[in-house]
């Protein structure tokens, strides 16, 4: 009932927008069209739940990193736990680690095609042209790894005329920051050329009192992205893009006190180096019909490493020696190619084929020191193949009325093999689609109705003492049932989407944990298990308000609820019970003001409620508000601006355990990441040429 009156409040305080905006001097919003899905299709117009953040918009309400602006977002958190976001979940569903075993992601993440499932490292928003998240079940578009959606980052693409831009920033907490881009023609002008590099350090916000530094969870962020956009003839375009990336950071984030002051005598490191490419072929030499080819390939060495007694030998004193460390080499290496073929008609029967092929292997090296010996070692292979068909009709059943149907059938093979003589060769067979009826009521104004399937491969889990039981888990299949309404109103002066989903999981993957001997931590291991089912009901309402030029405003509400249903743990029964990292409700409210003699600025509040840490214990976060600020001058050729994250220095947290972590008894306790703290600096760019 909670959750009805809050869809209520939404609808009607939306409404009530309406006439407010009439009785202003409105400017017109721009029309956003989303690429990201088989067909581009104009925002107001799309039968799903979509949140586009354009560059410029990242710009002013980020900083460095596209975990930044995630609270821009209704219904999408993350799990913390790594120095930076990669862990995503979409109304309520996704993975909260990948500490052993083989990446099964349920947020699909793209920048510029390339799937960056699970290791995100390189999502910086330096010459970010756009953002979009897709909520809900894809199972036409992409398939097994977008259970709970898609996010899809795509950088700037070339232009047709010269251009030298440079950017500079610093801040407290040893900020420094520098970027170039470059941009220009080849030949006759039928070629052009983008170049954007950008360097990121910063101490990070934690002090090490044992060490003595400040840098231990600090970061050292390099990018380098080239692309080429080549109009071979009038029928055919390629479009290239050549990434490198570097992330060197620290890891040095958990306390025994859960303090930001930490007393580790081996910091551990998060660090991505990733070297990945992309080519797009658009092809029209077919009369009525395009061609599109993607071929992507990703490289990427991983080092992942922590102190796991978060101590030291003076810290622990007469309750040691206690010391443990543990390292995880990874390599992942990916290719992809799609085919697909759309027709071009506008009116009648319109429709999209293709075919999809996805080829990743990982390789980790797993190791565990304890008291200075050698504890643990595991070293492992994983390879998986994923094979996909898919096609969507789309047909006009009467004026205004267009039906929309979709199927997907994806074969995944793998196989797995380690140290310990363990192996297996699972293989799923998965289908996935939707069925939607859209209503377009005018170019403004349309609404829908859509069942959508989704579909989640299965896995393995892995830990010398698990017991059989435990040791596989089946794929997971998502039902969802979802309506909604856009609008443009007042002349374009204001933009709103709202919908309200139900989504029901079926032998629902459960991440969890398991201590084999609740007297020695290092038989802790997280695990995935089948749930009997779950079901993840809410709703999202987005408006944008540009009464005048100058003035621009934004409301964004992720209402959520996601529960267990029917699923028992060993120890404890969780039917009812809120499945972790799904918050009751999210909120992000934004004003923006450009002056006409330059001046401009930009204030956000995001809020977001409690959620719990995990499915195996009963803590929870504080529901918490952030404010964050940006205020500058833009002229012709340069912009200065000073900026503030988290102004009013919110404690909030971000991911949580409930474990024994101290000598002599460890007895379970709870312990928190905390979010940053607040934060201030400045920006300046300069246009060269």
């Not at 002090?207 to 969870?217: G, I, S, V």
């Not at 298990?529 to 030029?549: C, I, L």
């Amino acid at each position: 009932m909670k959750l009805l009156l809050r869809c209520v409040f939404t609808l009607a305080l939306a409404g009530s927008l309406v006439p407010l905006v009439a009785q202003a001097e409105p400017d017109t919003l721009s029309e956003v069209v989303i690429s990201s899905t088989l067909r581009d299709t104009p925002l107001n117009q799309l039968p799903a739940s979509v949140t586009v953040l354009s560059g410029q918009v990242m710009d002013a309400a980020g900083n460095s990193h596209f975990g930044d602006v995630l609270d821009l977002v209704p219904n999408l958190n993350f799990a913390g736990g790594t120095s930076r976001p990669r862990y995503l979940q979409l109304r309520g569903i996704g993975e909260l680690d990948q500490y052993e075993g083989a990446p099964n992601p349920s947020v699909g993440f793209l920048i510029d095609g390339i799937d960056f499932s699970g290791i995100a490292m390189p999502a910086a928003l330096f010459d970010t042209a756009r953002a979009e998240v897709l909520r809900g079940p894809q199972g036409t578009l992409l398939g097994a790894n977008a259970l709970a959606g898609l996010v899809s980052i795509t950088s700037q693409a070339p232009t047709d005329r010269a251009q030298l831009q440079a950017q500079l920033e610093a801040g407290d907490y040893g900020v420094r920051g520098a970027g170039v881009i470059a941009n220009d023609t080849l030949g006759a002008g039928d070629a052009a050329w983008r170049i954007a590099a950008h360097v990121y350090k910063g101490d990070g916000f934690r002090h090490n009192l044992f060490l003595n530094r400040k840098d231990t969870n600090g970061f050292d962020e390099d990018l380098v992205r080239g692309k080429l956009r080549w109009s071979v003839n009038s029928q055919l375009q390629a479009d290239l893009t050549l990434l490198w990336s570097s992330t060197d950071n620290g890891y040095d984030a958990w306390t025994i006190d859960n303090t930001r002051l930490t007393q580790s005598d081996r910091p551990g490191r998060d660090v991505q180096r990733t070297r990945a490419a992309a080519l797009k072929l658009d092809w029209t030499g077919i009369d009525g019909v395009r061609l599109l080819g993607t071929s992507t390939v990703a490289d990427s060495t991983i080092r992942y490493s922590f102190d796991g007694d978060w101590g030291n030998a003076p810290f622990w004193g007469i309750n040691g020696p206690y010391d443990f460390y543990e390292r995880t080499l990874r390599t992942r290496r990916t290719w992809s190619q799609e085919v697909r073929a759309a027709s071009t008609n506008t009116q009648g029967l319109r429709w999209v084929a293709g075919v999809y092929a996805l080829h990743l292997t990982e390789g980790n090296d797993l190791l565990d020191l304890y008291n200075g010996e050698v504890y643990r070692t595991l070293v492992s292979d994983y390879a998986a193949t994923n094979l996909a068909l898919y096609g969507q009709a789309d047909l006009d059943v009467a004026p205004q009325w267009l039906l929309s149907a979709g199927l997907r059938a994806e074969r995944r093979a793998a196989r797995y093999s380690d140290s310990n003589a363990l192996g297996f060769k699972p293989a799923d067979t998965m289908m996935g689609g939707h069925l939607t009826l859209t209503r377009s009521f005018d170019d403004n104004r349309s609404a829908y109705a859509s069942l959508n399937r989704g579909y989640k491969a299965g896995g393995f889990n892995l830990g010398a003492a698990l017991p059989p039981s435990l040791r596989r888990f089946g794929p997971e299949a998502l039902w969802n049932l979802e309506t909604g309404y856009k609008a443009r109103w007042a002349d374009g002066a204001i933009e709103t989407q709202t919908s309200l989903f139900y989504m029901r999981r079926q032998e629902q993957q459960v991440s969890s944990s398991y201590q084999a001997d609740p007297t020695d931590p290092l038989t802790f291991v997280f695990i995935t298990a089948n749930a009997a089912k779950g079901e993840n009901y809410g709703a999202e309402s987005q408006w944008t308000w540009q009464p005048q030029r100058a003035w621009r405003f934004g409301v964004n509400v992720g209402l959520l609820r996601a529960r267990y249903i029917d699923y028992t743990r060993a120890d404890m029964s969780l039917s009812g019970r809120d499945q972790p990292h799904a918050p009751h409700w999210q909120f992000s409210v934004s004003a923006d003001w450009q002056g006409s003699t330059g001046l401009y600025a930009r204030a956000d509040v995001n809020g977001k409620d409690a959620f719990y840490f995990s499915a195996g214990d009963d803590q929870r976060t504080s529901a918490y508000a952030l404010v964050n600020l940006r205020a500058g001058y833009r002229a012709e050729r340069w912009s200065v601006n000073a900026w503030a994250r988290n102004l009013l220095d919110q404690r909030y947290v971000t991911r949580g355990f409930y474990f024994g972590n101290e000598p002599p008894d460890f007895a379970p306790k709870r312990y928190v990441d905390n979010g940053d703290p607040r934060q201030a600096g400045i920006s300046a760019s300069f246009v060269v040429y």
